[in-house]
């Protein structure tokens, strides 16, 4: 029976984390998403580890470098094979899967002997829609 209750668990968190899988969120975020359904913080943590160990959701550090903020990884983007866009305004993630990185990645690790681990490659800066709304860097 614990079984059944952990995996249905497992399903509420993985559910709420593919609504929200544009935002990067704490893991107390997560819990106060989904604590109306009784699950428990500790189940949430424990949840949350599992999900990483099984890749479908990225840790990330935060902007103050002592936080960690987690996001649902579709199994289909390759997350690990390509450059992140984060907006400090509004806080998107986007995927950046364009030749150019690929191209400039090639150029580091040939000119410069460093291999970049894409897992961890975040860019910051400020998105268009943002932009738009008078934000800047």
Sequence with gaps: MKNEY?????LLLTDYLKRHSGR???ANDIFEGIKSCGVGKSTVYRQIGHLCDEGLLKR????????????FVDADRHCNSHF?????SCGVLIHLDCK???ELRRHIEKEHSFT???ADTVLYGVCADCRKKGASL
């Design 6 to 10: 952990n995996t249905q668990q497992k």
């Design 60 to 71: 990330f550090r935060g902007e103050n470098g002592k936080s960690v903020l987690y996001q």
């Design 100 to 102: 150019k990185t690929d």
């Design 24 to 26: 990067q969120l704490s």
């Design 116 to 118: 970049i681990n894409m």
């Design 84 to 88: 992140h866009l984060k907006c400090k």
